[in-house]
């Protein structure tokens, strides 16, 4: 897509984590702000979790088998 050339990495709405691969990658300098060209993905899942917020069920992607000891 001609929209996203020069885009070299992608920050995922869900989690900060993707945005630590460009922090990392990068010469950073105290102080000095940088612009990434990034991919944006905003993604939504209705997630089943258990009594302690462990996921169950991520679906069309996985399901916890079996029971926790």
């Keep these: ?3 996203l050339a020069g885009c070299v ?5 869900v989690t900060p984590f ?3 691969l460009p922090i ?7 102080g000095r702000a940088r612009d990434l060209l990034m991919v944006y993905l905003a ?3 209705d997630l ?3 009594a302690e917020g462990l996921v169950i069920d991520y679906p069309g ?3 916890r088998v079996g029971e926790r000891a």
């Design 61 to 63: 992607f996985w399901r």
């Design 9 to 13: 990495d992608v920050d995922i709405a």
């Design 43 to 45: 993604v939504r899942r």
């Design 24 to 30: 990392r990658r990068l010469p950073w300098q105290p």
């Design 48 to 50: 089943q979790v258990d």
């Design 18 to 20: 993707t945005n630590t």
């Design 1 to 3: 897509m001609p929209d």
